[in-house]
T-cell receptor, first 111, second 114 residues
């Protein structure tokens, strides 16, 4: 059974600081997704990573994928309050249409 | 706006009621999904439909009954639910692989079972 683990589960960070969220998964896959969820809202797609070594950046967020290590990272640069949300990674097993989600990382950015 | 709509947004029902959740996607996708999001639990996949055919049932109790009349519409029929079924129910849609199956989510239905 595919398991997806994120850490940390909760992250409180000061504005202007950098930090990384980690996503580990237990079986082979070459498709990994990052989503953001604001309180009471739905999930918003952030990044789609489709191959080993893929790196994508949008604003202060950068995501990468290492399929050999079964690891993806979401790096936050110079955090701002607007980034406060819960971030989920999700992995798609080979030859399936489903996504297996991690537990989520709740990020809180304070002044 | 994500192109995936869900109604109702909030629903309160008793354990003996029958209700239905509706999802509609306007993105031209051909796969649709139901997820359950409970407090303190990862997002759980419930059902997957491809071209109106159910391809995944993740051991969901029979009190949840999905229906997919076409590629744009997905329903979740509810009957004799339990209080532990209270959760946020999210619908999503995607194109089929190849090319990645990025899923686009609707706003969700917040369900409370009394």
């Amino acid at each position: 059974e595919l398991k997806v683990e994120q850490n940390p589960l909760f992250l409180s960070m000061q504005e202007g600081k950098n930090y990384t969220i980690y996503c580990n998964y237990s079986t082979t896959s070459d498709r990994l997704y990052w989503y953001r969820q604001d309180p009471g809202k739905s999930l918003e797609s952030l990044f789609v990573l489709l191959s080993n070594g893929a790196v994508k950046q949008e604003g202060r967020l950068m995501a990468s994928l290492d399929t050999k290590a079964r690891l993806s990272t979401l790096h936050i640069t110079a955090a701002v309050h607007d980034l406060s949300a819960t971030y989920f990674c999700a992995v798609s097993p080979y030859n399936t249409d489903k996504l297996i989600f991690g537990t989520g990382t709740r990020l809180q950015v304070f002044p | 706006e994500t192109g995936v709509t869900q109604t109702p947004r909030h629903l309160v029902m008793g354990m003996t009621n029958k209700k239905s959740l509706k999802c509609e996607q306007h993105l031209g996708h051909n796969a649709m999904y139901w997820y359950k999001q409970s407090a303190k639990k990862p997002l759980e996949l419930m059902f997957v439909y491809n071209f109106k055919e159910q391809t995944e049932n993740n051991s969901v109790p029979s009190r949840f009954s999905p229906e997919c009349p076409n590629s744009s519409h997905l329903f979740l029929h509810l009957h004799t639910l339990q209080p532990e079924d209270s959760a946020l129910y999210l619908c999503a849609s995607s194109r089929r692989p190849p090319g990645g199956n990025e899923q686009f989510f609707g706003p969700g239905t917040r369900l409370t079972v009394l």
